[in-house]
């Protein structure tokens, strides 16, 4: 026989009924803290100052600003433009570590695209004969933008360079070079014209001798004294 507390089902129907909204009202309650916790941070973080450069009659100054955009910050620091121009422009949001550049009387801005030269890469080819190099992969220029300040004043100009971005990025030149016939000291490749076999004595280390031949090259196998009045 089995007997059945009626109590003990009444409450285990309570807590499945309750069970659903109890989770739901911690959902609400904690989900709405977190995102009032993430919102103070980035209002916290919004609202630290920012650490700005100045640049102006050759002097650079370093100011702490809450400001939002270059000419508030300019305007709070109580830096009078008079008619400069400024870069970046005035109405260009502040960055921490932004430099803010006030021109002179006699300058203006003005910007460029100028090319960027590419580099060389060699591979040493012993296909290739004396003198010969191949372009395996042509190079590219790259380009950027230079923004400069001009100052002018009589009998005087000058550029000077005020931020570079990079608009194209070069691409190297791969270029095969000859090895054959040629064999590597200190100094790079030396060409030969022409190998011999012969019958050759070892380096020995006697008085006078020195660690390395003429050439600069360390005795090895392969590598024999000569005669230059008979093999030049």
């Known amino acids: ?20 909204l109890l989770a739901l009202f911690l959902c609400t309650v904690y989900g709405s803290a977190a ?66 550049h006030v021109l002179g009387r006699h300058s203006h801005l003005s910007t460029e695209q100028v090319e960027v030269p590419y580099k060389q890469k060699f591979i040493d080819d012993p296909k290739l004969k004396y003198g010969e190099t191949k372009v395996e992969t042509p190079g590219v220029a790259g380009k950027d933008e230079v923004t400069y300040e001009n100052v002018t004043r009589t009998g005087f100009e000058q550029k000077i360079e005020l931020e570079r971005k990079h608009l194209k990025e070069p691409v190297d030149e791969v270029v095969r070079r000859w090895i054959a016939q040629a064999v590597w000291t200190p100094q790079g490749y030396v060409h030969y014209r022409y190998k011999r076999i012969v019958m050759a004595s070892a380096y020995t280390w006697g008085a006078g001798a020195s660690g390395n031949t003429s050439l600069g090259l360390t005795p090895r196998v392969g590598i024999v004294a000569v005669d230059p009045r008979y093999i030049p």
Request: glycine share 8%; aromatic share 4%; net charge positive.
């Open 35 to 100: 995102e009032a916790v993430a919102d103070a941070s980035a209002q916290a973080a919004a609202a630290q100052p920012s650490n700005i450069r100045v640049v102006r009659m050759g002097m650079e100054r370093v100011y702490s600003t809450s400001e939002k955009t270059v000419d508030k910050a300019l305007a709070r620091l109580n830096i009078n433009l008079a008619g400069r121009q400024v870069y970046p422009q005035l109405g260009t949001k502040v960055e921490n570590g932004m430099i803010i």
């Open 1 to 20: 026989m089995i007997l059945h507390d009626g109590r003990h089902g009444e409450g285990l129907f309570l807590l499945q009924h309750w069970l659903p």
